[in-house]
């Protein structure tokens, strides 16, 4: 008996452990609800560790004003956390830096869902604590189970909640270690009553909503669930990565092999069933394709594809595995997934192929070992055994192949009968082996046994002695004879093999590199017409005649896109058409449904609902061919993509609706408060006129008038930059272009801008030669005003504001510059965007924020730049730089 070769490690398991080296550890304390004493079982293994001698840091700890919380804090080093300043307020946040600094064995990281405030490093906790594991320190944290991102609409139906917080499951999945803090849903809600996880008021309301007992038991579930699945992914990681074989029982796993035969859905569903009744048992549904064997049906080929799909639909995972040894094949995977339960079907087998082993399900129960087989019967149908062939015929191109094979064993007697006479006792066996050979790697393995059977027959009846009889005389030429024989079955079996193997594998690269082409056209394509165009090359391509796409468009279906043109479809097409995407099923040519169609039609099936309809002119695909294959492949892929770019369009319109609604807050909000304190201004200081009347000192009276004139001045200023900004977000923005020197528009900006400037003052540096520009002086003029008052604004008094303008290869450039507190760093780029203001100005009046905005809109306008640059005095001071384009220029130069 030979012994099994030992098992060796799963290399990609190895590899997985390779890059865990050096990175940090992380525990996950799961619990299904808030209150089930996550937050304290973390505290108290960490006290544990500590007592040991550990350096263990709590980073940060929400003990929501529970008592014995707190009390588990005493004598534990706690990180103090760091402020982050957001809209007036300070909120507290973890510090991350200083744990990366401080470098603790473990640390402790309270709310791994948590949302960190505006301004942080990571949008999320659960990356902060990524970025610790990286750096090898140990993280444990705490965990709901309700903020799993793939179980977000799950709990929506359960508790009528949505959870804004959450973790995607990858990041769980990566986690060493998984500790459930469970108690019934009954000492959950007496916790609650007693007020040890809310105040009584938030208690009281929590009970009769987020707490009710079938919502709790519900989220218990989920938890043990995912505990259960999590543990169960952890011990087929172990087993991969030590070459352990399986199958061990700690969870149910199951396998439901697929033939092209009827039972092919019959066993689908009798895998689901089993799924169910094993508490979800993960599935998958698997079919073993034999590289030598002849290829299967068109209607064996469809009843297998059919059935992956529904195996798809049940929640089940399909795989293609390929072995010429099936029974081989499908316990190696078994032992390598830890399967414990095998789903076949089996037809009634005469009692000869029982006994020659010729039937799967017996083979497989012999070799099962550990894993439990269940036999599907179904009286009537065909049997599902991997042994099936289906019925033998000779197509025109396996004639040409054995009929090569004959011609080249001729050539070789014609050899071997030269080299006979030439040469007496030559090893005329070895030409015709030859010819064997050359027959297996050109024509493949059955043209290859034909040329060994007709180059034995060759050698015996024309060169060994008797000749021109059957008959072998010398009994040493019955072993030459025989030898002969096996050798050139041989040969010919292996050579024929070796060359179906290759083309079958150049035919799967093949298929492998159209499906990636596929793959980055349809990503790269940006809309709903673009993907539609791409998906019609592709299958047109790939079927090697016509193709075409139609999309729903206003609720009727339409022909968008064709390839190599866009075809006009007829009634009956079109009926076809309507029916595939009604349906859900093929339709047209070679269907059951409207089959005098002269087009087939699938629908393209999406992952949330069908996306549209494609179709290929009759007669080009041939039913199973690998055409067909790549075809349907290719439907899946341009499925997601074209939901892909509705879901994409999708997006933009809502974030066009938000913006727009941002907008209009935002304006309404300037309108009501920014407008709402120049009119109180002028309406006191009329008011005051008014009741004074004559008796008013001429300093106050004047004092007051100038008042109302700059609270004019500044409610025309808003006037003004509301108008343009509507032109800008509307689109009716008029370009009035003319040569212009920008040194006469930048003194005239700072014209209008000198009765503002107080006790600060402008200086200008002018060269004194500067070409001309094309745009227009007027949009430009406002846009160095609106920078000029911000400068003002923001610049303290005695200050100078610098204007200087200059040629910089095709380009003339405007810089102004103040000696303001300066911009933030994280706020340069956002400077320029509609109502934003960095702080209070350092003058009286305050805009709306829309001033930069606008400049911003009219200089790119006309084709300019725009940006920031602060600080540029040491610590203080901005720079705005205006960066204009040269066009030819114009017969004259402008004026010096």
């Known amino acids: 008996m030979q012994s099994e070769e030992p098992r060796r490690p799963d290399p990609e398991a190895l590899l997985v452990a390779a890059n865990k080296a050096g990175r940090g550890r992380l525990k996950v304390f799961l619990g299904m609800a808030p209150g089930v004493g996550k937050t304290y079982e973390m505290l108290r293994a960490g006290r544990r560790r500590k007592a040991d001698g550990e350096d263990v840091l709590i980073g940060v700890v929400e003990t929501h004003g529970r008592r014995e919380t707190e009390s588990l804090l005493r004598g534990m080093e706690v990180m103090p956390r760091r402020p982050i300043e957001y809209k007036g307020r300070s909120l507290m946040e973890f510090d991350l830096d200083g744990a990366l600094e401080r470098r603790p064995k473990l640390l402790l990281v309270d709310e791994y869902a948590h949302s960190n405030a505006p301004g942080s490093r990571h949008p999320k906790r659960w990356q902060d604590v990524e970025e610790l594991l990286d750096a090898g320190i140990d993280v444990w944290t705490t965990l709901n189970v309700q903020h799993l991102e793939s179980l977000v609409d799950v709990v929506l139906r359960i508790t009528g909640v949505r959870q804004r917080e959450t973790v995607p499951d990858s990041a769980l999945s990566r986690a060493d270690n998984i500790e459930l803090v469970d108690i019934t849903p009954d000492e959950l809600r007496e916790r609650l009553a007693e007020g040890k996880v809310y105040v009584p008021e938030t208690a009281r309301t929590a009970a009769d909503n987020f707490f009710k007992a079938e919502n709790l038991t519900a989220l218990r579930e989920l938890a043990l669930r995912r505990m259960a699945q999590t543990v169960d992914d952890q011990l087929v990681a172990a087993m991969r990565e030590r070459g352990v074989e399986g199958p061990w029982a700690a969870g149910e796993r199951i396998v439901v092999l697929l033939a092209g035969d009827a039972m092919a859905n019959t066993l689908v569903r009798a895998g689901r069933r089993l799924s169910d009744m094993m508490m979800d048992a993960p599935w998958t549904v698997a079919h073993v394709e034999r590289p030598n064997q002849r290829p299967p049906t068109p209607e064996a080929t469809a009843r297998l594809n059919g059935a992956l799909k529904l195996a798809e639909q049940l929640g089940g995972t399909p795989v293609v595995l390929a072995g010429d040894d099936v029974v081989a094949t499908v316990m190696n995977y078994a032992r390598r997934n830890n399967v414990t339960q095998i789903v076949i079907g089996k037809s009634r087998d005469s009692r000869l192929r029982e006994l020659l082993g010729k039937v799967l399900a017996s083979a497989l129960l012999r070799e099962a ?148 082409v596929s793959s980055r056209r349809l990503s790269g394509a940006a809309t709903q017409d673009e993907t539609a165009s791409a998906l019609a090359e592709q299958i047109s391509a790939a079927a090697g005649g016509k193709a075409i796409v139609l999309l729903p468009i206003g609720g009727q279906l339409q022909a968008v896109a064709g390839a190599p043109i866009l075809e006009v479809l007829g009634a009956a097409p079109m009926a076809a058409a309507r029916w595939a995407w009604e349906k859900g099923e093929a339709a047209g040519s070679g269907t059951g449904t409207l089959p005098q169609s002269s087009w087939t039609f699938w629908p393209l099936q999406g992952v949330r609902a069908r996306a549209g309809v494609a179709g290929v002119e009759a007669n080009v695909l041939r039913p199973g061919s690998d055409e067909e294959k790549l075809v349907l492949a290719l439907l899946d892929q341009g499925a997601v993509a074209l939901e892909r770019a509705d879901l994409a369009l999708a997006a933009v319109e809502t974030e066009t609706l938000r913006r727009s609604d941002r907008f209009r807050s935002a304006l309404l909000n300037s309108i009501s408060h920014d407008l709402r ?73 700072a014209d209008r801008v000198s009765r503002r400037l107080g006790k600060r003052h402008i200086e200008r540096e002018f060269p004194p030669d500067l070409p001309l520009v094309r745009l227009d002086p007027n949009l430009l003029e406002q846009a160095i005003v609106n920078i000029l008052e911000n400068a003002i604004a923001y610049s303290p008094d005695d200050t100078a504001i610098e204007m200087a303008a200059y040629e910089d290869r095709n380009n003339v450039v405007i810089s102004i510059e103040d000696e303001g507190k300066g911009i933030p760093t994280a706020e340069l780029e956002r400077v320029f965007e509609k109502f934003r203001r960095m702080e209070e100005p350092t003058d009286r009046t305050k805009g709306a924020g829309l001033g930069l905005s606008i400049s911003k809109g009219f200089i790119e306008a006309m084709n300019g730049r725009i940006a920031a640059a602060s600080p540029i005095h040491g610590d203080h001071g901005t720079r705005v730089l205006i960066s204009l384009p040269k066009t030819a220029a114009p017969p004259q130069s402008g004026p010096q």
Do not use: C
Request: proline content about 4%; glycine content about 10%.
């Open 369 to 516: 070992k550990g894993a439990a087989v269940h036999v599907v019967t179904e009286p009537g149908d065909t049997d599902v055994t991997a042994v099936e062939k289906p019925p033998f015929k000779l197509s025109a191109r396996g004639w040409r192949g054995h009929v090569g094979a004959m011609g080249l064993v001729a050539v070789a007697g014609f050899v071997a009968s030269l080299t006979d006479q030439l040469a007496s006792g030559a090893n005329l066996a070895m030409i015709f082996m030859l010819s064997v050979l050359g027959s297996g790697l050109a024509f493949g393995l059955w043209p290859a046994l034909t040329a060994a059977a007709l180059a034995a027959f060759l050698l015996n009846f024309f060169f060994l002695e008797p000749r021109l009889t059957i008959q072998i005389g010398h009994p040493a030429d019955v072993l030459t004879f025989a030898v002969f024989f096996a050798a050139a079955v041989a040969t010919g079996w292996l050579s024929g093999r070796i060359r179906d193997q290759a083309r079958q594998s150049a035919a799967r690269a093949a298929v492998i590199a159209s499906l990636l």
């Open 677 to 749: 304190t120049p009119l109180a201004t002028v309406l006191g200081s009329t008011t005051t006129m008014i009741e004074y009347g004559k008796g008013m000192p001429a300093a106050t009276r004047a004092d007051l008038l100038e008042s109302v004139r700059e609270e004019a001045e500044r409610l025309n200023r808003y006037v003004g930059n509301l108008l343009d900004m509507t032109r800008l977000e509307g689109g009716g923005l008029n370009l009035r272009e003319d040569w212009v020197d920008v040194r006469d528009v930048l003194g005239a900006a």
